[in-house]
């Protein structure tokens, strides 16, 4: 466990295991201790760094708001200074449109790229949604666990948390067609009842030329902590294996 400096903020990170590079990125109102279930299916055959976004666990926060733009700098600096080679990405939530920004930005990085309930644009999100995440009880809900880790402490944690909020209200605000410059393959997963409308959802994957789709029946938004016996095998599958071909190929024909 060590941070290193990245732009304005020291960024905190751990490793795990051998093999390819691959980068974990958290979700908005929590940190890299979201992989734990994940990490026995994976530190097996990867060389795993978790890390914690800006303003998020071990890593402090910094004056100004929240945006997708300077965490995807932040994240490629991160593969440049620490990994120092490309690097699958994958991501959830927030830490699934950050990696979406890094592998349009800098598509040398980036060996296959993992999408957990994220979205392009903002519209993305249900009605509502964002006013659940910026409520008191769950303020008061995941406060507790910020205030563990962080060196702000718990009382810090309803700025953090606001950030989070106005960031969602009017980011990401990518169009579908820039999508096209997504040149990682891709795997898109959403929970069925996700947070992230299922239509904006299948726009994503349609969006992205070389992506494949997965839902997970019976999750929400949260599917990575409610099913990660599901989850993670079908990523570890798609980033450890080419492409089997299909033989009723339709939208890949």
Same mark, same amino acid.
């Given at each position: !466990?060590?941070?290193?400096?990245?732009?304005?903020?020291?960024?905190?990170?751990?490793?795990?295991?051998?093999?390819?590079?691959?980068?974990?990125? %958290?979700?908005?109102?929590?940190?890299?201790? !979201?992989?734990? *279930? =994940?990490?026995?299916?994976?530190?097996?055959?990867?060389? =795993?760094?978790?890390?914690?976004?800006?303003?998020?666990?071990?890593?402090?926060?910094?004056?100004?708001?929240?945006?997708?733009?300077?965490?995807?700098?932040?994240?490629?600096?991160?593969?440049?200074?620490?990994?120092?080679?490309?690097?699958?990405?994958?991501? %959830?939530?927030?830490?699934?449109?950050?990696?979406?920004?890094?592998?349009?930005?800098?598509?040398?990085?980036?060996?296959?790229?993992?999408?957990?309930?994220?979205?392009? %644009?903002?519209?993305?999100?249900?009605?509502?949604?964002?006013?659940? +995440?910026?409520?008191?009880?769950?303020?008061?809900?995941?406060?507790?666990?910020?205030?563990?880790?962080?060196?702000?402490?718990?009382?810090?944690? *309803?700025?953090?948390?606001?950030?989070?909020?106005?960031?969602?209200?009017?980011?990401?605000?990518?169009?579908?067609?820039?999508?096209?410059?997504?040149?990682?393959?891709?795997?898109?997963?959403?929970?069925?009842?996700?947070?992230?409308?299922?239509?904006?959802?299948?726009?994503?994957?349609?969006?992205?030329?070389?992506?494949?789709?997965?839902?997970?029946?019976?999750?929400?938004?949260?599917?990575?902590?409610?099913?990660?016996?599901?989850?993670?095998?079908?990523?570890?599958? +798609?980033?450890?294996?080419?492409?089997?071909?299909?033989?009723?190929?339709?939208?890949?024909?």
């Amino acid at each position: !466990m060590v941070n290193v400096q990245l732009g304005d903020v020291a960024t905190w990170y751990n490793v795990h295991g051998d093999g390819e590079p691959l980068v974990l990125l %958290h979700g908005g109102f929590v940190d890299s201790r !979201m992989f734990q *279930p =994940a990490l026995p299916m994976l530190v097996d055959r990867f060389h =795993a760094y978790v890390v914690d976004r800006r303003g998020h666990g071990h890593t402090p926060d910094v004056d100004g708001p929240f945006t997708y733009e300077v965490m995807a700098d932040d994240m490629i600096a991160f593969l440049e200074k620490v990994v120092g080679e490309p690097a699958h990405l994958v991501g %959830h939530s927030d830490g699934a449109n950050v990696a979406l920004m890094v592998a349009l930005k800098r598509p040398d990085l980036v060996r296959k790229l993992v999408m957990i309930s994220g979205n392009f %644009h903002f519209s993305g999100v249900l009605p509502g949604v964002m006013d659940g +995440f910026g409520s008191q009880e769950t303020i008061e809900f995941l406060g507790g666990r910020y205030g563990e880790v962080s060196p702000e402490g718990e009382d810090h944690f *309803p700025v953090v948390a606001q950030k989070v909020v106005e960031m969602g209200r009017t980011q990401p605000a990518l169009g579908a067609d820039e999508l096209a410059g997504v040149r990682a393959r891709t795997l898109v997963v959403s929970g069925d009842d996700d947070a992230i409308a299922l239509e904006h959802t299948v726009a994503l994957y349609r969006a992205i030329p070389d992506s494949e789709l997965a839902v997970v029946p019976g999750t929400s938004h949260l599917l990575v902590m409610e099913k990660p016996e599901r989850v993670y095998p079908l990523v570890a599958d +798609f980033l450890l294996n080419d492409p089997v071909p299909t033989r009723q190929p339709i939208r890949r024909a």
